[in-house]
């Protein structure tokens, strides 16, 4: 029977800020399930980080930006700078450069705000790169991730095409510099080029819209897409749950870590450290000092310029690139442009499709969230480690000019090493980092059949001095031999007389590879159960 009392409800236990949080999640209907995706494990590794940080340096950029969007003008009407920075006044620029000038100088807190800015474009896209690294060194990519892997993919590219449009909106003699190269390359390419330039430039290069452009590219559909990408890429994250390091009691099936609101409190300081940092540097160090490279003016061009790291690759490899030039059917082809921006492009797309090609390799249907240690997939690793060196060399390549001038030595020397690099340094990376690896798988086997070193000297009755080695506890033995070991995939002549041709040709291409990638060469069998006791108890005496 009713009591005439109202009716009881759950109230959150604890303090103000848990009462207002239930009430939210019960108004929002989300109450049960934001309380169960709280209590979900998350792996507590550093590394993971990485992928924060993404996260937070765009939450910046997106701040910053908004904040710079109030003052910046972007029109390349021209008009004469009556500002407060005397080197500049009375020339005639346009009105994105003088309202660059304005934050830079006459707006309270712009300078620090525009650094801010600019440093925290270079953490997101160091971030993304380094992220993608640890996933594709630890096959993070491998099914059902797939798509994730993508996801990051496009995320690295739009960043990279974030910034250049960003890098180029102050319309100062620097960022002209740079454009001009890029509508180079983009008039390169054959057929289409003179339309595209036509289209991103609104006319004969550098045209009156393309401030106006590059804003709305950098401010609007830029960033409208990272966000759909990182709202894709977290759903997927969350989804498929998170991977893990190997470890006791870590399997496919489940993940041990520390609840996620534990993580998401550690995670509000990480922000915060990084918000930090990036004002810090905008702060004490300068980046892209506009007002010393003057006004964009066609017929000039900045010495010693140089883009952001993150597209040296492509101006390094422009640089190095000898002027080739063909002429078919009365047009010209510039090769100096086209194979710089080919070469380029497929440097990127490899990484953008490895995990299928590794799919195909292996033949693995099953999913997998435990990672790979690098050193146990010494092809993987090898292509990784080759990769980061050819875009290192093509990087140099961007600085030929200051490296020349800072070591007394001629700029021909500088490209000439650099061309050779290109061709040589990742061959030799390749097989420096292969062969690395299968010496620490053997360390690995040695380590599992003879125990640890102690450094202990014992002689024996008949005379001869042997090391006593200290047994492995059974965490550090199941870390050094649980990863699998795939086996080859061998050629059917049988299936392949009853195929066509490009299918045999398919075949035998997936065979070469896969003893490319697992065959005797590129692995070091684990020991076995049966070894391990008959030669590892001789050792531990």
Request: contains cysteine.
């Amino acid at each position: 029977m009713s009591d005439g009392s109202p009716e009881q409800r759950d109230v959150p236990e604890g303090g103000e800020g848990e009462r207002i949080a239930g009430w939210v999640a019960t108004r929002l209907g989300v109450r049960g399930r934001l309380g169960a995706g709280m209590r979900r494990a998350f792996p507590d590794h550093w590394s993971f980080m990485l992928g924060e940080m993404c996260l937070y340096s765009f939450l910046v950029l997106v701040v910053t930006g908004v904040y710079l969007t109030l003052y910046f003008h972007p029109s390349m009407n021209e008009t004469t700078y009556q500002g407060s920075y005397a080197p500049l006044h009375g020339q005639r620029m346009s009105e994105a450069y003088a309202s660059t000038l304005r934050i830079s100088f006459d707006v309270r807190g712009g300078l620090l705000i525009r650094q801010a800015h600019h440093w925290a474009a270079l953490v997101f896209v160091a971030s993304l790169l380094v992220h993608m690294l640890r996933v594709f060194f630890t096959g993070a990519f491998r099914k059902p991730r797939e798509l994730t892997w993508v996801l990051g993919f496009l995320l690295l590219v739009l960043g990279m095409f974030g910034g250049l449009t960003g890098y180029d909106l102050p319309d100062d003699l620097l960022s002209g510099t740079g454009l001009a190269v890029v509508n180079g390359t983009i008039l390169s390419v054959p057929i289409v080029g003179t339309y595209l330039s036509m289209l991103l430039f609104g006319g004969e290069f550098p045209g009156h819209d393309l401030v106006a452009r590059f804003n709305t590219i950098h401010v609007l559909i830029i960033p409208a897409l990272i966000v759909g990408l990182l709202a894709a890429h977290l759903i997927l994250v969350f989804r498929h749950r998170h991977t893990q390091y190997p470890g006791p009691g870590r399997t496919e099936r489940n993940v041990v870590g520390i609840p996620l609101k534990a993580r998401a409190v550690k995670s509000a300081g990480f922000f915060s450290l990084l918000t930090g940092v990036v004002l810090f540097l905008a702060a004490v160090a300068q980046i892209n000092p506009v007002w010393l490279y003057g006004p964009h003016r066609p017929d000039q061009v900045s010495a010693g310029s140089q883009p952001d790291w993150y597209m040296g690759v492509a101006d390094g490899l422009l640089r190095v690139m000898p002027g080739w030039e063909v002429t078919l059917w009365g047009h010209t082809l510039a090769l100096d442009n086209l194979i710089p921006l080919t070469a380029g492009v497929g440097l990127f797309l490899a990484m953008g499709v490895y995990p299928f090609i590794e799919a195909w390799v292996t033949d693995d249907e099953r999913d997998h969230h435990l990672l790979d240690r690098p050193r146990n997939r010494p092809v993987r690793t090898g292509l990784g480690v080759a990769w980061i060196t050819c875009y290192a060399v093509a990087l140099i390549g961007a600085a030929n000019d200051i490296i020349a001038t800072r070591l007394h030595v001629s700029v021909e020397s500088v490209t000439w090493a650099v061309r050779i690099g290109l061709f040589v340094a990742p061959a030799l990376a390749y097989a420096t980092a292969h062969r690395w690896a299968l010496g620490l798988q053997r360390q690995d086997r040695d380590k599992v059949l003879h125990g640890r070193e102690t450094g202990i000297i014992k002689r024996l009755p008949h005379g001869e001095y042997v090391e006593v080695h200290e047994p492995l506890d059974r965490v550090e033995l199941y870390v050094l031999t649980q990863h699998e070991q795939y086996r080859p995939i061998g050629f059917d002549p049988e299936s392949g007389r009853n195929g066509t041709a490009g299918h045999r040709l398919s075949q035998r291409l997936r065979a070469r590879l896969s003893r490319h990638f697992y065959g005797d060469n590129a692995q070091i069998t684990k020991p076995t159960e049966q070894e391990y006791k008959e030669i590892g108890s001789g050792h531990r005496s």
